[in-house]
């Protein structure tokens, strides 16, 4: 439409505006139309044809930058009911940031369901994402193309058809059930790509972690990436392939962090060794030690002092340095093996108290049972409510009534939901929200009508969560 066009109309527009006719106004070919009608019918024909002309007939052309995207994709699980969107949506809104949000979305999966599209979409940066919505992470992402967003099998062949978030899903799917050939497919496919993938690639390694990874882990040494070759080192780290992260140099870091610890000698009868944090005499040597626990892997330290890592684990002092400890789990998380990640986590949850919140820093290593443990363990000790939120990688939907009833987070829940402490009420709405993800349908249902009893308002937000989860009750379980 040119200019003069639009200033035609808007003639038009402005006679019939004032309450005038606009037949004289109109352009010479539509007077022809209107001609031979009576005036009234002239003024209507007019309208059409004006409106025909805004609408329809001289609509702006797209942009050229405008792309045509393919349809949302369907997911592999059926959208939630829409009986069960209001319960969802107060839920979501209850839910302040995006790793809450997913949680629900995490529970909703749990019971075989998605949510719909206009509740709630995954944010393509969010990694933590139910794996059912990896197409729709990708097709946020925006990926060029006319790809189709299939869950065939992935090969070398189908590569390409795959975008980032369906190829990452369906190699994890892989390495637990053929780590073989999702290993090839990460040394084939990933060479050509950029540091960044390479390293989120390399990362995957982890599930079904083997000693028939080990040559291409160290043929990674060569990597012209610095971040890829210290996330190989790490992983060889885990196998008890041990070796100098350092890039070089005649320093030992090593030697040095071993320097920080000192040896010693424990009971009257059986004499045993025992190793804890040397006393620091500045910040500086603080600053030192925390960079070489960062820095240094866990079966090389062991290594010096002739132990396993298992004994090394049993004969730590903790308690006498709780910055140390802290660096000490730290590392064993990233770099020690399956076996001591699992003798550090149960000798801390058997100590309890403080202790046993170090358990969070391994969180990603430790298998569904023991994550179990130290939920449970948690909730036996009122003081240590507040680290439910920090638990990370749990699954959802499986704490029973027992589990919550036997030990004192129940009772703090209602003291603190008959009390007049606005904080501690506060305190307790972020832990019902947390129980609310890991509940089952009974456990959330029998709560709600605990603390209702206790005095907490039954229209409460903090609820949504555990009414939705209560409402799922009977739904098939993924």
């Known amino acids: 439409m040119n200019e003069l066009e639009q200033a035609g109309l ?65 997911l592999a699980l059926p959208v939630l009911p829409e009986r069960l969107r209001p319960l969802l949506r107060a839920a979501l809104k209850y839910a302040t940031d995006a790793r809450l949000k997913t949680r629900v979305a995490t529970l ?66 892989l390495r637990r059930i053929m780590p073989a050939l999702a290993r090839t497919l990460i040394e084939t496919k990933g060479a050509s790509e950029s540091a960044e993938v390479r390293l989120a690639l390399i990362e995957l390694l982890r599930f079904g972690l083997g000693a028939d990874d080990v040559p291409f882990l160290k043929s990674l040494s060569a990597d012209r990436s610095g971040k890829v070759r210290e996330m190989a080192g790490r992983l060889l780290a885990r196998l008890g392939e041990h070796g100098n992260p350092a890039d070089g140099g005649s320093e030992d870091p090593t030697a040095e962090l071993a320097a920080f610890i000192e040896e010693g000698k424990a009971g009257f009868i059986r004499r045993r060794t025992t190793y804890a944090a040397v006393k620091l005499k500045s910040p500086a040597q603080q600053a030192r030690r925390a960079d070489l626990f960062a820095s240094c892997y866990f079966g090389d330290l062991v290594a010096r002092f002739g132990k396993t890592e298992a004994d090394f684990i049993g004969a730590w002092q903790f308690g006498v340095d709780d910055n140390a400890d802290l660096f000490l789990v730290r590392m064993v998380s990233m770099s020690g093996g399956d076996a001591a990640v699992a003798c550090l986590a149960d000798l801390l949850v058997a100590a309890g108290g403080k202790l046993a919140l170090l358990v969070l820093q391994l969180m990603l290593r430790l298998d569904s049972g023991r994550k179990r443990v130290l939920i449970r363990q948690i909730l036996n000790d009122a003081q240590n409510l507040a680290a439910l939120n920090l638990v990370e990688g749990a699954e959802a939907g499986w704490l029973e009534w027992g589990d919550l009833a036997k030990g004192k987070a129940l009772s703090a829940l209602r003291s603190a939901f008959s009390g007049d402490n606005d904080v501690m009420k506060r305190s307790a709405e972020q832990h019902l929200e947390t129980i609310g993800f890991l509940a089952n349908p009974l456990t959330a249902e029998k709560l709600i009508g605990e603390v209702v009893a206790a005095g907490l308002p039954p229209a409460s937000p903090s609820l949504g969560l555990l009414r939705l989860n209560a409402a799922l009750a009977g739904n098939p379980t993924s």
């Open 10 to 74: 808007a003639r038009l527009r402005d006679g019939w505006v004032s309450g005038g006719a606009a037949f004289e106004l109109a352009p010479a070919e539509w007077k022809d139309v209107a001609a031979a009608a009576s005036p009234d019918e002239q003024e209507r024909r007019l309208l059409a044809i004006a409106a025909q002309a805004l609408d329809v007939g001289l609509r702006p052309a797209a942009p050229k930058t405008l792309k045509r995207r393919p349809q949302l994709p369907v």
């Open 108 to 173: 909703v999966a749990s019971r075989g369901f998605v949510l719909h599209p206009m509740d709630w979409m995954p944010a393509p940066s969010y990694q933590e994402s139910p794996e059912v919505y990896a197409p729709w992470v990708d097709w946020q992402a925006g990926a060029e193309g006319e790809k189709q967003f299939r869950r065939e099998h992935l090969t070398a062949e189908t590569w390409d058809d795959f975008y980032p978030a369906a190829r990452r899903a369906a190699l994890v799917d």
